[in-house]
């Protein structure tokens, strides 16, 4: 990948609703139980919006933060990209709201839907545009309220997600710093196992949608599984070997946040220690579009990111998508 202008990462920022969802709280609703729970998917906790808050505002609380981090006028953002598969409402597009929330008022935007993977998508078309020339500063965000179509009577899926959203800033970068590189591909013969069939234009809301619990999460997990183990390694060894970089030169790893056993899959085919992977699933859960930037958010909180590390992202997500970014720390 080339571009006539390098773009990087300068600034993120992360935002979850107060309300913890346990599995000790699960088990009062749902035929689980928390060794269950963590000894499959590593999840303890994950956090969940009340009634009343949606993506959007998830979104809004993550860009404050992001632009009071970096001292950013919101009248200075160029573009919005939003990655989500929870927006607030068919249209207008979350990124609207958003940038009303915040002030933006020169910025134009839209939303990205690519679930889990939807994170590394927007970044990557964020880049474009800086790397393009046409934009100085981005704001990606990936937000996500999964609670919101969750069926808590099936036990496979109301435990795997919570709600979180992240926000980077996307802005022009010196020569061999930020984003270095990317792989994204999609499968869409994975699409039937992990998808919301109601609500869109094929089975729209209905007295009868409604009755067959069609407007939840439908999955079945151990496809989703195997293909997510299989190309969370695969994008990860192509992004290194293209770019002439080996496991070792990798500062930190920062997966989707789906499942505990994918990641560890993944970091035994790369041959990395746990000191270089990122893991929050435990306090998170799976937030899809917000896991990657709550992940950074996380490691920069924690001082595991420097200026000049090597950084790689990597997620699999429903469709299906798959996504890598690999880049230089650039603060």
């Known amino acids: 990948m080339s571009h006539r202008?390098?773009?990087?990462?300068?600034?993120?920022?992360?935002?979850?609703?107060?309300?913890?969802?346990?599995?000790?709280?699960?088990?009062?609703?749902v035929a689980t139980n928390d060794e269950w729970i963590r000894t499959r998917t590593g999840i303890r906790e994950r956090h969940a919006a009340e009634p009343g808050t949606a993506s959007s505002h998830l979104a809004t609380?993550?860009?404050?933060?992001?632009?009071?981090?970096?001292?950013?006028?919101?009248?200075?953002?160029?573009?919005?990209?939003?990655?989500?598969?929870?927006?607030?409402?068919m249209f207008p597009a979350t990124a609207c709201l958003v940038q009303d929330r915040i002030g933006a008022k020169k910025a134009w935007g839209f939303d990205l839907s690519a679930a889990c993977s939807g994170f590394a998508y927007a970044l990557t078309v964020g880049a474009q545009?800086?790397?393009?020339?046409?934009?100085?500063?981005?704001?990606?965000?990936?937000?996500?309220?999964?609670?919101?179509i969750l069926d808590?009577?099936?036990?496979?899926t109301c435990v795997l997600f919570g709600d979180g959203a992240g926000a980077v800033l996307?802005?022009?970068?010196?020569?061999?710093?930020?984003?270095?590189?990317?792989?994204?591909?999609?499968?869409?013969?994975?699409?039937?196992y992990l998808y919301m069939p109601g609500g869109g234009s094929l089975n729209p809301a209905s007295a009868e949608t409604v009755e067959k619990r069609m407007h939840y999460v439908h999955q079945e997990g151990s496809q989703v599984f195997k293909y997510a183990v299989r190309r969370m390694a695969e994008v990860a060894v192509t992004l290194?070997?293209?770019?002439?970089?080996?496991?070792?030169?990798?500062?930190?790893?920062?997966?989707?946040?789906?499942?505990?056993?994918?990641?560890?899959?993944?970091?035994?085919?790369?041959?990395v220690g746990d000191d270089k992977v990122m893991v929050n699933i435990d306090k998170y859960g799976n937030t899809t579009a917000g896991t990657i930037p709550l992940g950074l958010w996380d490691a920069t909180r924690q001082g595991r990111l420097k200026k000049g590390d090597l950084v790689l992202l990597v997620a699999v997500g429903a469709g299906y998508t798959t996504g890598g970014v690999l880049l230089r720390w650039a603060y």
Request: a negative charge.
């Open 170 to 192: 996307v802005e022009p970068a010196e020569s061999g710093e930020g984003i270095l590189d990317f792989t994204h591909d999609i499968d869409g013969s994975g699409g039937q």
């Open 240 to 271: 290194l070997e293209r770019n002439g970089f080996t496991s070792a030169d990798l500062a930190l790893v920062v997966p989707h946040q789906a499942n505990l056993r994918i990641i560890r899959a993944m970091q035994e085919r790369l041959g």
């Open 129 to 148: 545009f800086v790397g393009s020339g046409a934009h100085k500063k981005v704001l990606v965000i990936g937000s996500d309220t999964m609670t919101s």
């Open 5 to 29: 202008i390098a773009a990087k990462i300068s600034g993120v920022a992360g935002y979850v609703p107060p309300k913890v969802l346990t599995n000790a709280d699960l088990e009062k609703m």
């Open 61 to 89: 609380e993550a860009a404050k933060a992001l632009l009071a981090g970096t001292r950013t006028d919101p009248a200075d953002i160029d573009l919005i990209v939003l990655a989500s598969v929870t927006p607030d409402m």
């Open 152 to 156: 808590y009577t099936d036990r496979a």
